[in-house]
């Protein structure tokens, strides 16, 4: 039988053949070249020729001999993976093979040596298959680079813009959050867009989308009465045209206001600073009134005091009123609290049932006994609602602000503090923060761990430590996370955890991820020259999200150290790549094409931690440290834990199970089917990487 042959644009097809007979070797070759391909091949006798062969000779094909006494099929198959390219891999066999089993493990297929022309079928289709790959790849290619220019376009727009998919919002431009007081698209993802248009006009914006999604655009733009999200409304012309997002067909609507924009967007400031049901001042823009507060105390200027006010007895509140009714007492508290401060106080509604008050700041004894006095008004008269009397048991923690006061969360945590000692004390329900002797700020702090990290990389005592990662199913090679530690002038070892939150903030932490990853290039590029397989994970900063400089220093490090693909892995954690969504995927992008891999750690904090995938492109998911406690006696966490994984092995996702103390937990992972484990149990950080994997090869 002929096989017509899809060769290279060179006309050559690269083989990287995995067997340690040469003669069946040429058998093989000269079999192929039969069928009208040209053949350039490499024969890979042990596994540092294999890992040679895919970095130098860049194959087409693998064929590979399951009979190999050193190769296992696994490891050609996890290379063909790493290379981040579609290289189908061909097991060979003589005849009683396993097929299925070959198959389900990544192989193409199997084929028995004897049967020549069986290969020559096989070739042909897994030649076409790659080249197929590459096509599309192209098109992917051409389509992303299309996307992200329109997106660009959008982005920058000035109208306010959004794209609507089974009447939810799936896109939004900043043009389009201002318009409605929004600061971020999280806020109104998955929101109908019918909740933004007044109720008199829903009916007719539901037909009109109704007919987008039939192909009817409008001829002409529709005028529609629009609310943000403080309640109030404007007239705005909307204009309807149909649109895709990541391949979905969707409604693009596009907002467009006429010469009222300046009456709007005036209107819209004011409601964005409020809060629609009590008419204070918001969460928001109280945080931005505490700022200059601040600034203006550390500057020398008035100190102030910052009072937050709960109400204890909420959820007996709610039992009594109902929901619907809850917002009413909370009106009329916020009414009654406004009235009570001083005039040129700040009150705001912080949360769901806490105030901020910012006020001229009293003497010690002054402001307790000012508090006692607000909390007695506060308490002794209830709220009617309707036919119910509702009592109010108020608390009151308060924090000074002077000229050593810390930056504003710390401030803030400050004030908690003293909230939650007048919830659990006597009433009055009264307390004031007092710093204890030798408190740092947080200001203070960040200072002095600035400091000890700039004397500590000068005078080397920047430290690092290693912790195996071990696979559950066999995998070939050493998996190591670094962690960084700081040698105090004393001696003494400190964690990551002391000094880490201050280089965060104060923008060390960058210089910090930079220390990291070049020791880890050199780390392994010592272990490529001994012959060894070595991946190591290294936590990187949110900082490095926002260094414009981080991508271009990487690539050349990567070079200059001569890392193999998949060597690298970029740890970082669910919450910050949320906060910074988009820098996070432009970098996942980027570590793809340094063929460096991208972990999400702390994973399963948030409400919906699979949403994420959807938006960057990762390869390993590391459970979060609160699932993983008490794993061995907490059946709850077992299946949790259990779907977690079925679902991320569903997305093609490798899992990390972390923190495995005891044997009883490692037990149990291997039911949960993680791929691989890290933890003290294994073996504590050390400074080298000494671990002996073969305990679970």
């Given at each position: 039988?002929?096989?017509?042959p899809i060769?290279n644009d060179?006309?050559?097809l690269?083989?990287?053949i995995?067997e340690?007979?040469?003669?069946?070797?040429?058998a093989l070759?000269?079999a192929?070249?039969?069928?009208?391909?040209?053949?350039?091949?490499?024969r890979?006798?042990?596994?540092?020729?294999?890992?040679?062969?895919?970095?130098?000779?860049?194959p087409?094909?693998v064929?590979h001999?399951?009979?190999?006494?050193?190769?296992?099929l696994?490891?050609?198959?996890e290379?063909a993976r790493?290379?981040?390219?579609?290289?189908?891999?061909?097991?060979?066999?003589?005849?009683?093979?396993d097929?299925?089993?070959?198959m389900?493990?990544?192989?193409?297929?199997l084929?028995a040596k004897?049967n020549?022309?069986h290969?020559?079928?096989?070739?042909?289709r897994?030649?076409?298959?790659?080249?197929a790959w590459v096509s599309?790849?192209?098109?992917v290619?051409a389509?992303?680079e299309s996307?992200?220019?329109?997106?660009?376009?959008?982005d920058s727009?000035k109208?306010p813009?959004?794209?609507?998919?089974?009447g939810?919002?799936?896109?939004?431009?900043e043009?389009?959050?201002?318009?409605?007081?929004?600061?971020s698209?999280?806020?109104?993802?998955?929101?109908?867009?019918?909740d933004?248009?007044a109720?008199?006009?829903q009916?007719?914006?539901?037909?009109?989308?109704?007919?987008?999604g039939?192909?009817?655009v409008?001829?002409t733009p529709t005028?529609?009465?629009i609310t943000?999200?403080?309640g109030?409304?404007?007239?705005?012309?909307?204009?309807f045209?149909?649109?895709?997002i990541?391949?979905?067909?969707?409604a693009?609507?596009?907002i467009?206001?006429?010469?009222?924009a300046s009456e709007l967007e005036?209107?819209?400031?004011?409601?964005?600073?409020?809060d629609?049901v009590?008419?204070?001042?918001?969460r928001?823009?109280?945080?931005?009134?505490?700022?200059?507060?601040?600034g203006?105390?550390?500057?020398?200027?008035?100190a102030y005091t910052l009072?937050l006010?709960?109400i204890?007895?909420?959820?007996?509140?709610?039992?009594l009123?109902?929901?619907?009714?809850?917002d009413?007492v909370?009106?009329?508290f916020?009414k009654?609290?406004?009235a009570?401060v001083?005039?040129?106080?700040?009150?705001?509604r912080f949360?769901d049932e806490?105030?901020l008050?910012?006020?001229a700041?009293l003497?010690p004894g002054?402001?307790d006994?000012?508090m006692?006095?607000?909390?007695e008004k506060?308490?002794e008269?209830?709220?009617?609602?309707?036919?119910?009397?509702?009592?109010?048991?108020p608390?009151l923690g308060?924090?000074?602000?002077?000229?050593?006061a810390?930056e504003?969360?710390?401030?803030i945590?400050?004030?908690e503090?003293?909230?939650i000692r007048?919830q659990q004390?006597?009433?009055?329900?009264?307390a004031?923060y007092?710093?204890?002797?030798?408190?740092?700020?947080q200001r203070?702090?960040?200072a002095y761990w600035?400091?000890q990290?700039v004397?500590?990389?000068?005078?080397?005592r920047?430290r690092?430590?290693f912790?195996?990662?071990?696979?559950?199913?066999?995998d070939?090679?050493?998996?190591y996370e670094?962690?960084?530690r700081?040698?105090?002038p004393?001696g003494?070892?400190?964690?990551?955890?002391?000094?880490i939150?201050s280089?965060?903030r104060?923008?060390?932490?960058?210089r910090?991820d930079?220390?990291l990853?070049?020791?880890?290039?050199q780390?392994?590029?010592?272990?490529?020259a001994?012959?060894?397989t070595?991946?190591?994970?290294?936590k990187?900063?949110?900082?490095?999200?926002q260094?414009p400089?981080?991508?271009?220093?990487?690539?050349e490090?990567?070079q200059r150290?001569?890392?193999?693909?998949?060597?690298?892995i970029?740890?970082?954690?669910?919450?910050?790549?949320?906060?910074h969504?988009?820098?996070?995927?432009?970098?996942s992008e980027?570590l793809?094409e340094?063929?460096?891999?991208?972990?999400?750690?702390d994973?399963g904090?948030?409400?919906?931690?699979?949403?994420?995938?959807k938006a960057?492109?990762?390869?390993?998911?590391k459970?979060d440290?609160?699932l993983?406690?008490?794993?061995a006696d907490?059946k709850?966490h077992q299946?949790k834990?259990r779907a977690?994984?079925?679902?991320?092995?569903?997305?093609?996702?490798?899992?990390?199970?972390?923190?495995?103390e005891?044997?009883?937990?490692l037990?149990?992972l291997w039911?949960?089917g993680v791929?691989?484990?890290q933890g003290?149990?294994?073996?504590?950080p050390t400074?080298?990487?000494?671990y002996?994997f073969?305990?679970?090869?």
């Open positions: 039988m002929t096989v017509e060769l060179d006309s050559a690269r083989l990287l995995v340690d007979n040469a003669n069946e070797a040429e070759i000269s192929i070249k039969a069928a009208g391909f040209g053949v350039r091949a490499l890979a006798e042990d596994p540092k020729a294999l890992q040679d062969g895919f970095e130098r000779h860049h087409d094909l064929l001999s399951i009979d190999h006494p050193d190769i296992g696994e490891l050609s198959l290379s790493r290379s981040g390219q579609h290289i189908p891999v061909i097991a060979l066999a003589g005849a009683g093979a097929v299925v089993q070959c389900q493990m990544g192989a193409h297929d084929v004897e020549k022309e290969l020559r079928l096989v070739v042909n897994a030649n076409e298959s790659r080249r599309n790849e192209t098109y290619s389509l992303d996307e992200k220019r329109c997106r660009t376009l959008l727009s109208d813009i959004c794209y609507v998919h089974d939810m919002h799936v896109y939004a431009n043009s389009y959050l201002k318009c409605f007081g929004f600061t698209f999280d806020e109104i993802e998955g929101m109908p867009f019918m933004l248009v109720p008199d006009d009916p007719s914006i539901k037909g009109l989308l109704r007919g987008l039939r192909g009817q409008p001829a005028t529609s009465q943000d999200s403080s109030g409304f404007f007239n705005a012309e909307l204009h045209s149909n649109a895709s990541e391949g979905e067909p969707c693009q609507i596009v467009r206001t006429g010469g009222h005036e209107q819209i400031v004011q409601m964005s600073q409020r629609p009590t008419g204070l001042l918001n928001k823009f109280s945080l931005s009134r505490l700022d200059e507060a601040i203006d105390a550390a500057n020398g200027g008035e009072t006010i709960t204890t007895n909420v959820p007996d509140i709610r039992q009123v109902g929901v619907a009714e809850f009413t909370i009106a009329a916020a009654r609290l406004t009570l001083h005039s040129g106080d700040v009150v705001a949360s806490a105030f008050v910012l006020s700041t003497e002054a402001l006994g000012w006692r006095s607000l909390w506060l308490s008269h209830p709220i009617e609602v309707g036919r119910y009397t509702v009592p109010t048991i608390a308060a924090a000074r602000i002077d000229h050593s810390p504003t969360n710390e401030l945590v400050r004030a503090t003293a909230l007048a004390g006597p009433a009055p329900h009264t004031v007092t710093p204890k002797k030798g408190e740092m700020s203070e702090l960040d600035s400091e990290i004397k500590a990389q000068k005078e080397d920047l690092t430590v912790q195996p990662i071990v696979s559950l199913h066999g070939p090679g050493e998996r670094l962690f960084l700081l040698l105090d004393h003494e070892l400190i964690g990551a955890a002391k000094f939150p280089a965060e104060t923008g060390m932490a960058s910090l930079r220390h990853i070049e020791y880890a290039a780390q392994i590029q010592e272990a490529q001994q012959g060894r070595v991946t190591l994970f290294l990187l900063s949110a900082g490095a999200l260094d400089e981080m991508e271009t220093w990487l690539s490090t990567i150290y001569g890392l193999n693909p998949g060597s690298l970029f740890e970082l954690k669910e919450v910050t790549l949320v906060n969504l988009k820098q996070a995927r432009i970098l980027r793809r340094l063929n460096c891999g991208l972990a999400i750690d994973f904090t948030g409400l919906k931690p699979f949403q994420l995938l960057i492109s990762v390869d390993y998911l459970i440290r609160g993983m406690e008490h794993m907490d709850e299946d834990l977690m994984t079925g679902a991320a092995h569903e997305q093609k996702k490798l899992v990390v199970a972390p923190f495995v005891n044997a009883a937990t037990s149990i039911e949960t791929n691989y484990i003290n149990f294994l073996q504590e400074e080298g990487m000494d002996d073969s305990a679970f090869g």
